[in-house]
């Protein structure tokens, strides 16, 4: 993992690992949008995600929150970008909660572009939609991936409020390249602080992260960020392969192989995080993830119970 960034020219070429496991959708995109309170956005479809048919099959989807439109421009990211998004839906709550009901979801995975338009930058809104979905649909885990709002704690505190069990922040990728890959108005720092202050606010909310590799990060680098991640006792961490959504946005550098994720997979585990979900096509939310954190959920509910 050495590939230095500034040198990488040209596109390459997908390996196999990544080109012949990319699942299929098929029909599934249909019947899942069929079933949509419209207008929800899922960032699976936002963010071409390559689990799609997967995770609709599983009992999980992941929701993107204030629409389709957001107030940054990460040069990783698929999701389009304006100053002045139109408005927030009022109604988003009760369509979330409609569409949840239809689709018989077991997990739902909230996310949100950034609004660094509105004086709150949507926390309000935020919270409104997980409480909505928590006070009709009690059965259904809740994680929701949050802004960085700015760094401003009574905005992250509203988040908390609301009650989800998981509240998940992308680190996206090493300190090095966060000025290259993400809006300068996001920061390592400020993210590891959201995070931290989490964890300082509610210490029985699990928190969990994300790396992206493939920016031509070294291996060094990366451990670093994970623990750095470790040290503001972040539970659950992800790290996938980044894939350029369209030429405008930056080239991957290096294909990770599979192994390599493996072995980062087993480094986090001894630093200490309750669970990563580690190989070329996880994402932030991945069912694999879910999976394991509805199973720990329930664990402790039996703990506390006994």
């Avoid at 960034?5 to 040209?10: G, S, V």
Wanted: hydrophobic residues 35%; aromatic residues 6%.
């Amino acid at each position: 993992m050495t590939v230095d960034p500034h040198t990488t020219a040209k596109r390459l070429r997908k390996p196999d690992w990544i080109r012949s496991k990319i699942p299929a959708a098929g029909n599934l995109v249909q019947k899942f949008q069929d079933r949509l309170q419209a207008p929800l956005a899922t960032v699976c479809q936002e963010a071409n995600c390559p689990n799609q048919g997967d995770c609709w099959n599983s009992g999980t989807a992941t929701f993107m929150l204030m629409g389709d439109t957001c107030t940054r421009a990460c040069r990783f990211c698929a999701v389009g970008t304006a100053r002045n998004p139109p408005p927030l839906d009022e109604k988003e709550p009760d369509n979330l909660v409609i569409s949840l009901k239809n689709l018989k979801l077991k997990y739902v995975v909230l996310t949100t572009v950034d609004r660094d338009d509105l004086e709150d930058q949507g926390a309000t809104h935020i919270g409104n939609c997980i409480e909505a979905v928590r006070n009709q649909l009690p059965e259904i885990i809740v994680e929701i991936l949050i802004p960085d709002f700015q760094g401003e704690e009574p905005l992250i505190r509203t988040i908390i409020r609301s009650r989800p069990h998981v509240i998940g922040h992308n680190l996206e990728c090493t300190r090095s390249l966060t000025r290259k890959v993400r809006d300068p108005r996001a920061g390592y720092d400020q993210s590891l602080s959201v995070l931290e202050t989490i964890k300082s606010f509610s210490s029985g909310i699990y928190t969990k992260s994300s790396l992206m590799l493939g920016f031509g990060e070294t291996e060094a680098e990366v451990l670093e960020a994970m623990q750095d991640l470790r040290s503001v006792e972040t539970d659950f961490l992800t790290l996938g392969q980044y894939l350029q959504p369209h030429r405008n946005k930056l080239p991957v550098s290096e294909f990770i192989p599979p192994e390599k994720f493996e072995w980062f997979k087993e480094k986090g585990l001894e630093m200490g995080f309750d669970y990563v979900a580690s190989g070329p096509l996880v994402r932030s939310s991945y069912q694999a993830a879910e999976h394991f954190i509805g199973a720990r959920m329930e664990q402790d509910r039996k703990s506390r119970a006994d």
